[in-house]
């Protein structure tokens, strides 16, 4: 008995190490046409570099700046508390979106036997936000309970640990916008290079440009492990924690 379950194991551990050299394998650049399942790599397209813009630096104190951003987490957050319930279902319809459009796209490729990489990284990153943002749209009654009732800018003065707790809080918020905004992308990349291949612009061409550092498995892994980091940390209260 011992053996036979040593060699189904055995077995099991081969399938899964040679799944995964496959799947390292799809994501090189070129794609090997003897396969029966293709990743279509993504156009490139090169355009002369214009001469870069000069910026003057401002010498303005940076005291008007950074009231101007207190003021608007302050706002920020007064309008997480009283439109909770709309910012919840915005969170859930987005996590539908992803997750559902996520997983017709894998099928679709599992039928055609094909698919185009921008539309294979898309697939991944929107299935894998929706079950992060739906883990925020069903925490986000708790965590806008524990915003103060007098919550504002004299609350620095009267209560600082509370006031910062809360900006926390709300800036993890960001982060998670952020990374919805990442995923979005994705998904406008996909798009124009569908698009791109039926009738070629400059204009397709530029955005294609633009957006192919997203054509990199790794640069988005990276900024999704981050953004993902960083929000769990600020909205989870860790942050605020060590931080106060």
Same mark, same amino acid.
């Given at each position: 008995?011992? +053996?036979?379950?040593?060699?189904?194991?055995?077995?099991?551990?081969?399938?899964?190490? =040679?799944?995964?050299?496959?799947?390292?394998?799809?994501?090189?650049?070129?794609?090997?046409?003897?396969?029966?399942?293709?990743?279509?790599? $993504?156009?490139?397209? +090169?355009?002369?570099?214009?001469?870069?813009?000069?910026?003057?630096? $401002?010498?303005?104190?940076?005291?008007?700046?950074?009231?101007?951003?207190?003021?608007?987490?302050?706002?920020?957050?007064?309008?997480?508390?009283?439109?909770?319930?709309?910012?919840?279902?915005?969170?859930?319809?987005?996590?539908?979106?992803?997750?559902? $459009?996520?997983?017709?796209?894998?099928?679709?490729? #599992?039928?055609?036997?094909?698919?185009?990489?921008?539309?294979?990284?898309?697939?991944?990153?929107?299935?894998?936000?929706?079950?992060?943002?739906?883990?925020?749209?069903?925490?986000?009654?708790?965590?806008?309970?524990?915003?103060?009732?007098?919550?504002?800018?004299?609350?620095?003065?009267?209560?600082?640990?509370?006031?910062?707790? #809360?900006?926390?809080?709300?800036?993890?918020?960001?982060?998670?916008?952020?990374?919805?905004?990442?995923?979005?992308?994705?998904?406008?990349?996909?798009?124009?290079?569908?698009?791109?291949?039926? =009738? $070629?612009?400059?204009?397709?061409?530029?955005?294609?440009?633009?957006?192919?550092?997203?054509?990199?498995?790794?640069?988005?892994?990276?900024?999704?492990?981050?953004?993902? #980091?960083?929000?769990?940390?600020?909205?989870?209260?860790?942050? #605020?924690?060590?931080?106060?």
């Amino acid at each position: 008995m011992i +053996r036979l379950a040593f060699n189904e194991c055995s077995d099991r551990f081969f399938i899964i190490k =040679k799944f995964l050299s496959n799947l390292s394998f799809a994501f090189n650049k070129k794609t090997d046409s003897n396969l029966s399942y293709q990743i279509i790599t $993504s156009p490139s397209y +090169r355009f002369s570099d214009k001469k870069p813009g000069t910026f003057k630096k $401002s010498s303005k104190d940076s005291f008007p700046f950074l009231f101007f951003v207190l003021l608007g987490l302050v706002a920020g957050v007064l309008t997480l508390k009283n439109y909770q319930h709309i910012v919840q279902f915005y969170i859930y319809a987005i996590s539908l979106f992803f997750i559902s $459009s996520g997983i017709f796209f894998i099928i679709m490729s #599992a039928v055609t036997n094909k698919i185009q990489k921008s539309t294979l990284i898309f697939s991944i990153f929107s299935v894998l936000l929706s079950f992060y943002t739906y883990y925020n749209a069903n925490i986000l009654p708790t965590m806008v309970a524990k915003i103060p009732s007098n919550f504002g800018l004299k609350l620095i003065v009267l209560n600082s640990s509370e006031f910062f707790s #809360a900006v926390y809080m709300f800036l993890g918020i960001i982060a998670t916008t952020i990374e919805i905004g990442l995923v979005i992308f994705l998904f406008l990349r996909m798009f124009v290079i569908k698009v791109d291949s039926i =009738k $070629s612009t400059n204009f397709l061409q530029h955005i294609i440009i633009k957006t192919e550092m997203l054509d990199k498995f790794k640069n988005v892994l990276i900024m999704f492990i981050i953004l993902t #980091a960083l929000s769990y940390f600020l909205t989870s209260g860790i942050v #605020a924690k060590y931080a106060i």
